[in-house]
C-alpha cells in the first residue's frame, strides 16, 4: 500500500498570500488529520476530517482551513499568510477518527512552508 | 495548550545502552501513543497503550502508563545508532461530540552515539 502523500514537499510564499496543501492518505482511510509543527510551539493540532466533516478543530485563527473530498484526499488552506505561519505541516490518515478504537495514525512527510 | 509533555528534552547515551523518555498528561484519556521522528520528517507510530493496560513490549520498546499519576514512559533497551530521532507522546482524550484528538508533546531529542 502506498502511504500518505503530501504536495508540495516545499513551498515558499511572501506575506499575505494564501497558500494551499494538498494530502493523499492511504487507501481505504477514511480519518485525514492536519498538524503545524515549528521549534518553538512544537506540534499542533490544525484541524481532522472524517468522511468529508470536520471532526475537531484544533485552536488556529479562521485563516486556517481545510476540506476533504469524497475520496478522502483533503487540502487545507493558509490565507493572508504571517511570517508566524513558516512551518512544518504533517497530514496523518487512520482508519477510524483519531484516538477512538486505538487507531494509529499514518503521517506523511509533511509540507515544508516558508514565508518571507 | 500541550496535553503531553516529555522529559529529558535531550538524551545522549552510547550505543548498547538503555534510553527512558517521561511524558506527562493533564486530563483523561482513551490512550497514549508513542511516535519517532527523523530528522524534520514525518512521524512514525511505535506503539499504543490504552488507559486500562499499565505496561505493553514491542521489540525493544517497553511502554508503561500510570493513569493516577498522569504519565507514561518508553524504554528502548539496548540503542542502536539507528533510534536516533525525536520521540513524541501523543495523548488521546475526548474532546466533545463524540471525538477524540491527540495531542502531542514537544519530544525528547534522543542521539546514540556508536
Known amino acids: 500500500k502506498a502511504g500518505v502523500t503530501q504536495t508540495p514537499r516545499y513551498l515558499i510564499k511572501t506575506r499575505g498570500q494564501q497558500v494551499t496543501l494538498s494530502c493523499s492518505p492511504i487507501?481505504?482511510?477514511?480519518?485525514v488529520s492536519w498538524y503545524q509543527q515549528t521549534p518553538g510551539q512544537g506540534l499542533q493540532f490544525l484541524f481532522e476530517?472524517?468522511?468529508?466533516?470536520?471532526?475537531n478543530k484544533g485552536n488556529f485563527p479562521g485563516r486556517f482551513s481545510g476540506r476533504q473530498f469524497s475520496n478522502s484526499r483533503s487540502e487545507m488552506n493558509v490565507s493572508t499568510l504571517e511570517l508566524g505561519d513558516s512551518a512544518l505541516y504533517l497530514c496523518a490518515s487512520s482508519l477510524a477518527p483519531s484516538g477512538i478504537n486505538q487507531d494509529e495514525q499514518y503521517f506523511g512527510p509533511g509540507t515544508r512552508l516558508t514565508v518571507t | 495548550s500541550q496535553q503531553g509533555e516529555e522529559d529529558p528534552q535531550a538524551l545522549s547515551i552510547q550505543e548498547g545502552e538503555n534510553a527512558t523518555m517521561n511524558c506527562s498528561y493533564k486530563t483523561s484519556i482513551n490512550n497514549l501513543q508513542w511516535y519517532r521522528q527523523n530528522s524534520g520528517r514525518g512521524l512514525v507510530h511505535l506503539i499504543l497503550?490504552?488507559?486500562?493496560?499499565r505496561e505493553k513490549h514491542s521489540g525493544r520498546l517497553r511502554v508503561t502508563l500510570d493513569t493516577s499519576k498522569k504519565s507514561s514512559s518508553l524504554l528502548i533497551t539496548a540503542s542502536r545508532a539507528a533510534d536516533t530521532a525525536s520521540y513524541f507522546c501523543a495523548a488521546a482524550a475526548y474532546s466533545g461530540a463524540g471525538s477524540y484528538q491527540l495531542t502531542f508533546g514537544k519530544g525528547t531529542k534522543l542521539s546514540v552515539i556508536p
Open positions: 487507501s481505504g482511510h477514511r480519518s
Open positions: 476530517y472524517f468522511s468529508e466533516t470536520q471532526r
Open positions: 497503550i490504552r488507559s486500562n493496560e
